[in-house]
Nanobody
Framework: QVQLVESGGGLVQAGGSLRLSCTAS????????MGWYRQPPGKTRELVAT???????YYAGSVKGRFTISRDNAKNSVYLQMNSLKPEDTAVYYC?????????WGQGTQVTVSS
């Protein structure tokens, strides 16, 4: 069984920063892409950023230049550094790992940005 544990969410003022972390544990093998998604209040879940095993990153246009995704393959962990946060970044943030034979989601961590 593979489990993901997220941390780092919280309340921050607009313009501030937060760093999210997500670590996978259990019967882990063959992780390819790792990523972060978010679900704003009353909206559907959307992609924020993904990163390949080799380190190639993709960002949604709304976060490009403000957020940075990184990963540590040895620790089965993925991170999201969020700078210049805006109220519209308020959402539950989920990490996701994708392997050849399975996908797994974290439980979500709340990020609230006050104006």
């Amino acid at each position: 069984q593979v489990q993901l544990v997220e941390s780092g969410g919280g309340l921050v003022q607009a313009g501030g920063s937060l760093r999210l972390s997500c670590t996978a544990s259990g019967r882990i093998f063959g992780i390819n892409d790792m990523g972060w998604y978010r679900q704003p209040p009353g909206k559907t879940r959307e992609l924020v950023a993904t990163i390949t095993r080799g380190g190639s990153a993709y960002y949604a246009g709304s976060v490009k230049g403000r957020f940075t995704i990184s990963r540590d393959n040895a620790k089965n962990s993925v991170y999201l550094q969020m700078n210049s946060l805006k109220p519209e970044d308020t959402a539950v943030y989920y990490c996701k790992i994708s392997a050849i034979t399975y996908d797994r989601w974290g439980q979500g961590t709340q990020v609230t940005v006050s104006s």
